[in-house]
């Protein structure tokens, strides 16, 4: 059971059922341990509930957290577990700030499905821009999926 926000949607003693979960699984690059979330240092980050955009096209990255970023094109690092991925931001596209292609090397490693979830807190901007991301596996409800009205005073229960 976990208790998991995204997009100010509190999942409640959330229960996966019908089996294993991809985060119950290993990978060839790791273990299920590489999936284990981890309280938030109070840095800042963003998350984002994967829709097939995602999955296709390099992920552009919101507002709030672009604005704290470099306006031009650096070097990123995503770490998920005990491995990193390399990418650029380009933050100086007018008004798409998104990682390059490579995006979808991190994708296909990690196994990311529509559904899934990412969150990424920034742990470093500068001349490189580093993310520590955490991976929230899908199998949430479809009527959820589209769903992002709930906080943390109206939460959405799932029994």
């Known amino acids: 059971m976990k208790s998991i926000g995204i997009f100010g949607v509190e999942l409640a003693e959330l229960e996966m059922k019908g089996g294993l979960t991809k985060m119950d699984q290993d990978s060839e690059f790791g273990s299920a341990t590489d999936d284990e979330t981890e309280p938030l240092s109070g840095k800042p980050f963003f998350h984002v509930l994967l829709q097939?955009?995602?999955?296709?096209?390099?992920?552009?990255?919101?507002?709030?957290?672009?604005?704290?970023?470099?306006?031009?094109?650096?070097?990123?690092?995503?770490?998920?577990?005990?491995?990193?991925?390399?990418?650029?931001?380009?933050g100086n596209h007018p008004t798409h700030k998104r990682f390059d292609p490579r995006w979808k090397t991190f994708v296909a490693d990690n196994k990311l499905e529509v559904g899934d979830a990412c969150l990424?807190?920034?742990?470093?901007?500068?001349?490189?821009?580093?993310?520590?991301?955490?991976?929230?596996?899908?199998?949430?409800?479809?009527?959820?999926?589209?769903?992002?009205?709930?906080?943390?005073?109206?939460?959405?229960?799932?029994?």
């Open 120 to 159: 990424f807190e920034l742990v470093e901007s500068g001349s490189t821009i580093k993310f520590k991301v955490q991976i929230l596996r899908g199998n949430f409800p479809p009527e959820l999926l589209l769903r992002r009205d709930g906080s943390k005073d109206k939460p959405v229960i799932i029994d």
């Open 52 to 90: 097939k955009s995602h999955i296709v096209n390099p992920l552009s990255i919101p507002v709030k957290i672009s604005r704290m970023l470099p306006s031009e094109a650096v070097p990123v690092v995503l770490t998920h577990g005990s491995r990193t991925w390399e990418m650029t931001y380009n």
